[in-house]
């Protein structure tokens, strides 16, 4: 287990609900991955995240789908990419990445509390 947080250090994770709307092949990536566009609503607009689940999830699969990204980390450079958001996921017995969605449709940009 980590180590013990406040709420005020809880709160400044910003995780928001968005909409996968375009799949990309991220064949640069060292670990098979897709780059994926997500709408995260008029605040925050559309984000671009790599995600290490092409195990699981084809490309028809992923467009449309709701998930779950940290929105406040910052971009992170993976090879050629800028990955602008943290898709969230959690390992399956495997391994492999299984993606965090809301249980029913939410309107893009919800943040988690």
Do not use: H
């Not at 467009?63 to 910052?74: E, K, P, S």
């Amino acid at each position: 287990m980590a180590d013990t947080i406040t709420f005020n250090d809880f709160t400044a994770v910003d995780i928001r609900a968005g909409t996968i709307i375009d799949v990309a092949e991220f064949p640069q990536a060292r670990k098979p991955a897709w780059k994926l566009t997500i709408d995260l609503g008029p605040e925050l607009g559309t984000k671009r995240s790599s995600a290490q689940v092409t195990e699981l999830y084809a490309r028809d699969a992923l467009i449309g789908r709701q998930v779950a990204c940290v929105v406040n980390l910052g971009p992170r450079r993976i090879g050629p990419f800028l990955s602008e958001v943290l898709t969230l996921g959690f390992p399956d017995e495997a391994g492999n990445v299984v993606l965090v969605t809301p249980e029913r449709s939410v309107p893009n940009g919800g943040r988690l509390f």
